[in-house]
């Protein structure tokens, strides 16, 4: 069944209100975020989707320069536009993210944003995904090496269908969605670089290209 679209904002601003949408888990995922890309040693940020700002922010104080962009004036980005047709040159910055944003697009609009993300990029892209799979976590301590975690995917006969919610069209590894569609559609555009699961948040999976 082909998905269709909706190009008006799925949320209000009050949706990225501390008390309903930082919890602890989500603040675990941004400790990623930041990771991800300062590994990457940018000169220059694009973020699409940049929710209430907090990358840009803590990123900034760690000498990242990062603009952001998004379709809503209201979260006052740098730059307004749509992921699929960015306000940008070729190869305007070195990196390109996008964090649990993807997914609020219809599956085969989402592939052409990875296009127009990889367009605009020089060097890579890093974006996270919801993962539906269930897995169980283990944590082990070890002397010497620390605290080390472990997810273990739960067996899944039947994955469950994905309903729009009235933000997510797809979500990975819902019935039609599997990891290795995702990774094979998305390998088709851009070189994968590793995909992980953030173990105390495992709901979120990251992604890095290299283009």
């Not at 699409?48 to 104080?61: R, S």
């Not at 944003?101 to 892209?125: G, I, K, N, T, W």
């Not at 974006?127 to 620390?146: E, N």
Request: aromatic share 12%.
């Amino acid at each position: 069944m082909k998905q269709k679209m909706n190009s008006k904002k799925q949320v209000d601003k009050s949706h990225y209100d501390f008390d309903r949408y930082m919890s602890k888990q989500r603040w675990c995922s941004f400790w990623h975020q930041l990771d991800e890309i300062q590994n990457l040693k940018p000169s220059g940020v694009l973020e699409i989707g940049p929710g209430p700002g907090l990358f840009k922010i803590v990123a900034e104080k760690f000498g990242l320069k990062v603009d952001t962009m998004d379709l809503d004036p209201e979260l006052n980005p740098d730059h307004l536009g749509s992921v699929t047709s960015m306000p940008f040159g070729d190869a305007t910055y070195d990196v390109v993210c996008a964090f649990q944003m993807l997914e609020h697009l219809p599956y085969e609009v989402s592939l052409q944003a990875l296009d127009e993300m990889l367009r605009v990029c020089r060097r890579y892209v890093v974006i996270s995904l919801p993962d539906a799979r269930p897995v169980w976590r283990y944590q082990i301590h070890l002397p010497k090496f620390g605290i080390h975690d472990f997810l273990v995917p739960r067996p899944q006969l039947n994955p469950a269908e994905h309903e729009f919610d009235g933000e997510h069209y797809w979500e990975v590894n819902k019935r039609g969605y599997s990891l290795s569609k995702v990774i094979a559609d998305f390998t088709q555009r851009a070189k994968l670089i590793k995909t992980y699961r953030v173990s105390d948040n495992p709901s979120h999976r990251f992604f890095i290209f290299a283009k």
